[in-house]
């Protein structure tokens, strides 16, 4: 399905008319019509404030075209197994046995490997199968990359406390104050902007994991503020609803 088709769907099954649900994400009643026939999707935000809504991932929204799998273990994810933030939202990052109440449960690859191969051995499938499939994959795992680059939790939250310095020294007017910065898959948030020579670009990979966030612009005028990092570069955007005509605001290398 579609997502235009899951909205229409998941607002149906709640009893809910258009205006209702407009009500409750912070939209109008025609951008819900939109989005219900195919127009439009909705912008970053909204859709997590409809994730939490409907109780579904932001992937299921989307008409599921991500296979998602937990990044810290591997196992595949189905909306009953993913990971939620302290303030009931979806982490479609990972599974809820690899990170519970904002916290993240492993930072010992092999104490995590033992546990999964518990789980995972058979008789079609010995404990030293698994062991060594555990021990191929997890470093291959954004988690893992992040903790053998950064050397484990503690530097990886230095290193997005960092970033939330760096991205407040920008100093963007009418940028709120950053103060904390989630995981976003790339292909929710790679816009694509127009150059002034008129060719249209996107900076992101759909595929990669990014540290961002999304912020209501101060000057109250509907525009949100998108921003994106990762250990090479700040991305700092702006757009009206929905994501519609985004315009970049800063690409500053690190």
Known sequence: MDAKDIILKLRTQKGMSQDELAEKVFV??????????GETTPNTETLKLLSKLFDVSINTLLGSPRQLICQCCGMPLEDASISRETDGFFNEEYCKWCYFDGEYMYH????????????????????????????????????????????????????????????????????????????????????????????????????TTYLGNQLECEFGDG????????????????????????????????
Not at 225 to 251: Q, T
Request: net charge negative.
């Open 28 to 37: 109008t009643r025609q951008a819900v019509s939109r989005w219900e026939n």
């Open 108 to 207: 010992d690859m092999d104490e995590l490997i033992e546990i999964c191969v518990g789980n995972m051995a058979s008789e079609s499938f010995s404990a030293e199968k698994a062991r060594e499939y555990m021990k191929d994959m997890l470093p291959k795992l954004d988690y893992w990359k992040q903790y053998k680059y950064l050397g484990g939790a503690e530097k990886f939250e230095e290193f997005k406390q960092q970033l939330i310095r760096e991205f407040n020294d920008l100093h963007i007017e009418g940028m709120p104050k950053v103060e904390k910065l989630n995981a976003l898959v790339g292909g929710y948030i790679n816009l694509e902007y127009r150059l002034p020579n008129g060719q249209n670009v996107k900076f992101l990979d759909d595929n």
């Open 223 to 254: 525009r949100c503020f998108g921003i994106a990092a990762n250990m090479e570069f700040l991305l700092v955007c702006i757009y009206e609803e929905n994501g519609v005509n985004p315009e970049l605001i800063a690409y500053k290398k690190r």
